[in-house]
């Protein structure tokens, strides 16, 4: 059973940052890709950035140019730098970690950003 250890959220002014990290307990396999997703008071859970391995990246057109996301593989951890904050990305951000075909899910972590 792998295991996700999300750490950074927090309460930040707008226009600021935050980096988020995802640390995935060792597998025998490397993880196919590692992601974040976001989910705001009711609303439905969206994609924020994805890894995937090879290199590949895809971002919500939301975050584009504000968010970067990065993959440490000797170290199984996801990042997620977050700039130019805004209110509308108060959100709980969840690292998702695909490894064989099998969905893993963090515990969320909570980006509140305001004023």
């Known amino acids: 059973q792998v295991q996700l250890v999300e750490s950074g959220g927090g309460l930040v002014q707008p226009g600021g940052s935050l980096r988020l990290s995802c640390e995935a307990s060792?597998?025998?396999?490397?993880?196919?890709?590692m992601g974040w997703y976001r989910q705001a008071p009711g609303k439905q859970r969206e994609l924020v950035a994805v890894?995937?391995?090879?290199?590949?990246?895809d971002y919500a057109g939301s975050v584009k140019g504000r968010f970067t996301i990065s993959r440490d593989y000797a170290k199984n951890t996801v990042y997620l730098q977050m700039n130019s904050l805004k209110p509308e990305d108060t959100a709980v951000y969840f690292c998702?970690?695909?490894?064989?075909?099998?969905?893993?899910w963090g515990q969320g972590t909570q980006v509140t950003v305001s004023s």
């Open positions: 998702k970690v695909v490894i064989t075909s099998r969905e893993y």
């Open positions: 060792k597998s025998m396999f490397r993880p196919y890709s």
């Open positions: 890894s995937i391995a090879g290199g590949s990246t």
